[in-house]
């Protein structure tokens, strides 16, 4: 029987009781995932969860139809504390394993490169599935790393501290001279812990939480908490709060694919473009500013609603700023296109096929520019993207001009959808009370972050407080399609690929 | 004019007004990107920073990664002290002197490359094994610069090839001496680090050239290291400007005035072309400065006819 049809469905923005959610024995639980991704289903969310009143550990898969916007569900209790890798037959499974392992001591059995994500201690004192020493905490990148043996090859370290002003990562480049065989990426430097914080929420401090899971995806994380909680109290979100929930989220994807084409031009030496668009990045910024106060969208968005409004006034100065910046950031990236140093530079470097893009599962620009036409706003539409579409922005070449005219694409219909927002604001409230959540159940949210697909997982306890919070952020599905990007490149080039793909570091870190 | 006088104008000059290139250079680019940009004199003030500062030594280097920053910053200064700027002489001539210049280059570089070796570390290895393989390609486009110069002057001293008969020469054979200003204007962006060849403003360790050398230098050293890359950036200048414009009335109010303003011309230039373009992929380097072969073997070829 196929096990994905025994999988539970489920739709965006609704809560599921527990107790309805599929349970599978490992074997079939396993198939079933198989058979989902088999037949073009993405991993969404894979993790464990300590089974409530019991010593054991249940796994729970999220699987995303992206075809069919609906989500299949299932879980399954586990005996011992191994399992039968899934990485082999479904690469994408392969961090989401690893994670597991490390979280909770599971070991998937046969994991091909079996290793610990984020170097912290095991959840369940005691069951490290590296046996290391319960007694030393574990040191951030403290692991065997891939190595190519050779009188030729080198090996280029570098990280976990850079030279420019970015966050902490190490990368280990195989080199033969300046072309790179395989890179490989360990982070962990900024875990925080954040997923065993949220553990006993919502509280005062769970918010705070979800806007600094990735500080520049503020909003995206923090909309898809809000849609967790309000999936879980059934409250509804006045209309014109999920209006502006949307203006907000548009906003930060315009203020970092801004900036992220001017870093692109500034990796490559083009002046022109990368000045003017770290000034832009600045004007989509004020513009959240003008909305909340805070550039990054910090204080927006809460449960219920948006705490701030725009008034008939605000609203018409925010169009009007709108305007100047598009027509700004037009003439500046429109020097980027008709530059052919710069075009040389961006064609064909850093390229990952759709086969590979499949394989791993990315989300977001990165994954449109390899043509997988994926975008949650359209595939798992909620809130005011149910009743204003945004077309998916997609290239084919899935190279570094590929993800850099994917962003410029999803510029434009931003800006688009933003205005016509901005104009035509609903009326009504902007908050309603949201009540007690519904105890025992489970909730999933999916929101297109400027990153990519933003997924968060909430399961309640029988007081109807989180008992496991899991969120997944689109640079843990993408970090590996960097590293994928630059086999056979030129190592010269990794600033380049690295900025194209603009992975969160804290993100993933969590 | 006075040739003591002279030599202490030539020295003067020389030594003092390098880093007022980097100064226009980092100026216009900030002009192409609607910025205000550093001032002028900014180069002057990092270095006397640097100088102040104390330096930090690996324990893993040894005598030569201290030599480094000395050796490349003598040659430049030496190299400088060989070509005629504003008149007739050089402070230092004799026949067959640009060998000696070509090969003073070869020195900085290579004790600048050994430096980079003594530190062990991987970055540095690798900026210099790209800075020598692309010095293979620039050399030879100079020295064939060179072979033009030597040949339509008929001597082998700088001041001769740089000096009056240019005049002449520039009717004669001007096609091969345009060949060579070109060719020569590629040089000067490979051999100073400057796009599209390498990006002298870039933090990134992996795409660096040059900089990626010197990462490991510290204080003073490092002084010696930027004010040696802003005299060399001088010297491929100055032979530019004199190669473009060989101005030798022997009157000083004229002469003087118009070789730096011709400095300001070839900075002017650079800062344009680092404002049009993107850097080259590095693996597309070795095309230009091949390029730039072409156009002075060009050169040679007209000229031997």
Not at chain 1, 13 to 29: E, P
Not at chain 1, 132 to 143: I, K, Q
Not at chain 2, 244 to 255: E, S
């Amino acid at each position: 029987m196929n096990g994905r049809a025994r999988l539970t469905k489920m739709r965006a923005g609704t809560s599921l009781a527990l107790s309805s959610v599929a349970q599978f024995d490992v074997t079939d639980f396993r198939r079933a995932i198989l058979d989902a991704v088999a037949e073009g289903e993405r991993i969404g969310a894979l993790f464990a969860a300590e089974a409530p009143q019991s010593d054991a550990v249940d796994l729970y898969a999220i699987l995303a139809d992206d075809s069919q916007s609906v989500f299949r569900v299932g879980r399954s209790r586990l005996a011992s504390d191994a399992y039968p890798s899934l990485t082999e037959e479904c690469p994408q499974a392969h961090l989401f394993e690893r994670e597991i392992a490390e979280q909770f001591g599971i070991r998937p059995e046969g994991h091909p490169w079996f290793k610990p994500v984020r170097f912290h201690r095991s959840y369940r004192a005691g069951r490290d599935a590296w046996g290391r020493s319960p007694n030393e905490p574990p040191v951030v990148g403290d692991t065997d790393y891939y190595r190519v043996q050779g009188d030729e090859v080198h090996e280029v370290a570098v990280g976990p501290v850079h030279a420019g002003v970015i966050e902490p990562g190490h990368f280990r480049f195989q080199c033969h001279g300046e072309r790179v065989f395989h890179l490989e990426i360990s982070l962990g430097y900024q875990h925080r812990g954040i997923e065993r914080r949220l553990v006993g929420g919502p509280n005062k401090r769970t918010v705070h939480y979800m806007e600094t899971a990735a500080g520049d995806t503020t909003v995206g994380h923090a909309t898809a908490y809000c849609h967790n909680v309000e999936a879980l109290a059934k409250s509804a979100v006045p209309i014109r709060a999920q209006a502006l929930r949307g203006v907000a989220l548009e906003l930060e994807r315009l203020a970092n694919h801004t900036g992220d084409l001017g870093a692109l031009a500034g990796d490559v030496g083009f002046l022109p473009t990368q000045s003017y668009c770290g000034r832009l990045r600045g004007d989509f910024l004020n513009l959240t500013a003008m909305l909340c106060g805070s550039r990054f969208g910090r204080g927006l968005i809460r449960p219920g609603g948006v705490a701030f409004d725009a008034d008939g006034l605000r609203a018409e100065q925010m169009c009007e700023r709108l305007n100047a910046a598009h027509r700004d950031v037009s003439d500046a990236v429109k020097l980027l296109w008709d530059s052919a140093s710069v075009q040389a530079r961006f064609e064909e470097t850093g390229p990952v096929s759709r086969d590979v893009c499949d394989e791993l599962g990315l989300v977001g620009p990165a994954a449109r520019a390899c043509g997988a036409a994926r975008d949650v706003r359209q595939d798992f539409p909620s809130g005011i993207y149910r009743f204003a579409q945004i077309p998916i922005a997609t290239w084919h070449t899935g190279d570094v001009f590929a993800r850099a005219y994917v962003r410029w694409l999803e510029i434009e219909r931003s800006i688009a959808f933003v205005r016509e927002q901005l104009s035509s604001l609903p009326a009504g409230p902007t908050r309603q009370p949201v009540s007690d959540l519904a105890p025992e159940h489970l909730a999933v949210s999916l929101v297109e972050g400027w990153r990519g697909e933003v997924c968060h997982v909430a399961l309640t306890d029988a007081q109807g407080r989180f008992a496991r919070y899991k969120i997944v952020d689109p640079s843990f599905h993408n970090w590996t399609g960097l590293a994928m990007a630059l086999r056979d490149q030129q190592i010269s080039d990794f600033p380049l690929c690295n900025k194209s793909f603009n992975l969160s570091y804290c993100g993933y870190d969590l | 004019m006075n040739p003591s006088l002279y030599v202490f104008l030539h020295v003067l000059v020389a030594a003092a007004a390098p880093p007022l290139l980097l100064g226009v250079i980092n100026k216009v680019k900030a002009g192409f990107a609607g910025r205000v940009g550093p001032p002028l004199l900014q180069p002057y003030y990092d270095l006397l920073k640097l100088m102040r500062k104390g330096s930090v030594f690996s324990t893993t280097t040894t005598w030569v990664f201290r030599a480094g920053p000395v050796v490349a910053l003598a040659t430049t200064l030496f190299a400088a002290l060989l070509i005629p700027l504003a008149g007739p002489l050089a402070p230092v001539s004799f026949t067959g002197d640009l060998v000696l210049l070509a090969y003073l280059f070869g020195l900085g570089r290579f004790f600048t490359a050994t430096a980079a070796m003594d530190t062990g570390s991987s970055f540095e290895g690798m900026g210099a094994a790209r800075e020598v393989t692309f010095a293979c390609l620039a050399e030879p486009a100079f020295f064939l610069g060179l072979v033009v110069l030597a040949k339509s002057a008929g001597s082998l001293r700088l001041a001769d090839l740089l000096g009056v008969s240019l005049w002449a020469n520039w009717t004669t054979a001007g096609a091969a001496l345009a060949l060579v200003l070109a060719g020569w204007f590629i040089v000067l962006l490979a051999e100073n680090c400057r796009i599209p060849f390498d990006d002298p403003n870039t933090h990134l360790e992996l795409t660096m050239i040059h900089e990626v050398m010197v990462l490991d230098h510290s204080g003073p050293a490092l002084g010696m290291i930027l004010y040696g890359a802003a005299v060399k950036l001088f010297v491929f200048a100055a032979l530019l400007v004199r190669l473009a414009l060989p101005v030798a009335t022997g009157n000083p109010w004229t002469d003087w005035p118009l070789f730096l303003a011709g400095l300001l011309a070839v900075a002017v230039a650079v800062g344009v072309v680092e404002s049009a373009m993107a850097r080259l992929r590095l693996i597309h380097v070795p095309t230009l400065l091949v390029a730039a072969c072409l156009l002075t073997g060009f050169g040679v070829v007209l000229i031997g006819r």
